[in-house]
């Protein structure tokens, strides 16, 4: 069974880190790109960075560009989504996703992807 699983969110002061989590299990993370969105209340998910499989392209919005970093540790099968400089504005629910996702061509290349796939969320919430 194909799955992912966020973890690593909580509340923090603005101008905090965090360092989230994307683990997969039931398949081999490190041959495809992955994504990172956040869904802020009110408002649509939105598509934050992505990481490539082979050659390790990434990809940052310009909300995010700057503060955040994505990485991946392909022997622990898991993506991670440092956070630094964290802004009130960034509150919000965080999904890790894989798939034919059109964020996730930013990062893609000539790549294979799998089933679409989403993780249920971690919530990060930035506040004094």
């Known amino acids: 069974q194909v799955q992912l699983v966020e973890s690593g969110g909580g509340l923090v002061q603005p101008g905090g880190s965090l360092r989230l989590s994307c683990a997969a299990s039931g398949f081999t993370l490190d041959d495809y790109a992955v994504g990172w969105f956040r869904q802020a209340p009110g408002k649509e998910r939105e598509g934050i960075s992505c990481?490539?499989?082979?050659?390790?392209?990434?990809y940052y919005s310009g909300s995010v560009k700057g503060r955040f970093t994505v990485s991946r540790d392909n022997a622990r099968n898991t993506v991670y989504l440092q956070m630094n400089s964290l802004k009130p504005e960034d509150t919000a629910v965080y999904y890790c996703?894989?798939?034919?996702?059109?964020?996730?061509?930013?990062?893609?290349?000539?790549?294979?992807?799998?089933?679409?796939?989403w993780g249920q969320g971690t919530q990060v919430t930035v506040s004094s």
């Open positions: 990481i490539g499989s082979s050659d390790g392209t990434t």
């Open positions: 996703a894989t798939g034919h996702i059109p964020f996730i061509y930013h990062c893609a290349g000539y790549g294979r992807f799998p089933d679409e796939s």
